[in-house]
């Protein structure tokens, strides 16, 4: 049985040389490599700023329906309060014709 000695940094990073010279061509690990740790991270960075560029613009979204909503509110009050003054109007014109038709002139 072989015995297991510990070598250093630059021993095992020329160890891991040779055995990727060794291996197949065409092989994506490169000596360094976290095994895709990098692309992963990349990935999940990406995903990360997709999920903030939608979020940002859910709630720009939500911000313009809130000024939509309160922009609204003048407008609403103006058009209640003036259907009302016409209802009153409208209402009101039986009762003056039938007060002018009813209306005796005076002579002098």
């Known amino acids: 049985m072989a015995k297991i000695r510990r070598i250093d940094s630059k021993a095992a990073l020329s160890q891991q040389k040779a055995e990727f010279r060794r291996s197949a061509p065409g092989s994506r690990l490169h000596v360094g490599d976290q095994g895709g740790a990098d692309a992963a991270r990349k990935r999940k ?18 911000e313009q329906r809130t000024r939509d909503r309160a922009s609204l509110w003048p407008l609403l009050v103006g058009l209640a309060r003036d259907s009302f003054h016409l209802a009153t109007a409208v209402a009101a014109v039986p009762f003056r014709v039938a007060r002018a038709v009813l209306r005796v002139p005076r002579h002098a």
């Open 45 to 62: 960075h990406e995903e990360m700023e997709h999920l903030h560029e939608q979020f940002a613009e859910e709630h720009r979204q939500e």
